[in-house]
């Protein structure tokens, strides 16, 4: 189940808050941990066991880091906890993709196991992990309640696609929240704004992303709009959902952080990842970068930290050379800017130019995180300078629309704007807004339009 569906926005949504604000406080955590395994089994069923399972062993490990002493007990209990979190995602996501690899360099003749990938297998598990180190390093207390470490990993609105969450970011939320009328209504404007970019933006230029990424022999106007509708995609696509999420823990009272910051105004390619999925950013430079050093050990070893970092990035998003070669192409991008010394302009002209340049070095990336195959990313990339100009494919009025109103919110000139309203200004405006949006988006669902979700694959 999405949030993107009229399952969840006509049935599922207004039974879980019809109920959690009917039962007495005591009961609601319990309600909230039911209604999300429930929503992640709709999802596959048979996996609903692997999470309970996750979940158990974190459970029990982080009981037992929180009682243990002795330090080889404790680096014992990280270590299993590593083993069985990491190797249950290396069997779901990676191991077929190995046993290929394998057998077409070394000539294995391996059998390559079909298995379906859990949804959200990579963000729930991070989120669990966060929960086991933290424990480990003395930061947190470990939760004695199973069903609230349970209703820490699973719970629905960031259980699918973030945002990874760290446990101490949550922890007195669990049960020290508090819902008010003014949070409900933050929340279900945010949910809106949501829904509005992932139904009325990301799916009207799927279609145009989808059309040019599966077509030979593009012309250059088409690839640019084809490279452009993809970036605008997967931008409002994932940041739709994270706000949606956001937005739906506020209507049970939590507050989380931010995942996405207008990433296309970023000045450099630093500046980007500041700003892209801040959330998993945050868990790399946390849990691997600056364990491995950071900054802190000389230009080179900062370099290279960089390299392994983003290079984990790419794998974490997928099993295939074209994630390994898009973490390597931004670690390689972060470690010559490094090397480079590369800094923000203090100039206008030269930020813009310094945005335009960072821009089209995202955008060539996402050509190589969209393509099939390093042989379809090169041939698209070449598409691009190709200097043909003809135009391949004619646009519906809706897929005009959509790209037009895609890059005019991705530039961060109505949030501006919008700042520069007053206060009651912008209520009004959300008054009219908010039932307006609801409204298109689910007359756009309900005519069953085009409703794809990029990072279920992840």
Known sequence: ??????????????????????????WRNGWLLVFSLAFYGWGGPAYLLLMLASITCNYLCGLGLGRAKAPGARRGLMALALAVNLGALFAFKYLGFCARTANRLLGLGLAVPEIALPIGISFYTFQALSYVIDVYRGDVPAQRSWVRLALYISFFPQLIAGPILRYDAVAAQLDGRRETLEGFWRGLKRFAAGLGKKVLIANAVAVVADEAFSTAGLTASAAWIGAIAYSLQILFDFSGYSDMAIGLGAMFGFTYPENFNAPYTAVTVQDFWRRWHISLSTWFRDYLYIPLGGSRRGKARH??????VFLVTGIWHGAGFTYLVWGLYYGALLALGVLLGYRRSESMALRALQR???????????????????????GYLRGLVSGDARPLYSLDP????????????????????ADRLGERARERLSLACVPTLLVLCMLSLASGAYNPFIYFQF
């Not at 808050?17 to 039962?23: A, N, P, R």
């Not at 809706?398 to 704007?417: E, F, I, N, Y």
């Open 398 to 417: 809706h897929a005009v629309l959509a790209l037009a109103l895609g890059c005019l919110l991705a530039s961060g000139l109505p949030r501006l704007a």
């Open 1 to 26: 189940m999405v949030f993107s569906s009229m399952t969840f926005l006509t049935i599922a949504l207004p039974l879980v808050l019809g109920l959690y604000y009917i039962l007495p406080r005591g």
């Open 356 to 378: 335009a340049a960072t821009l089209l070095m995202v955008m060539v990336g996402w050509v190589v995180f969209r393509a099939e195959s390093m042989t379809a990313a090169l």
């Open 303 to 308: 370099m290279l930290n960089l390299l392994v």
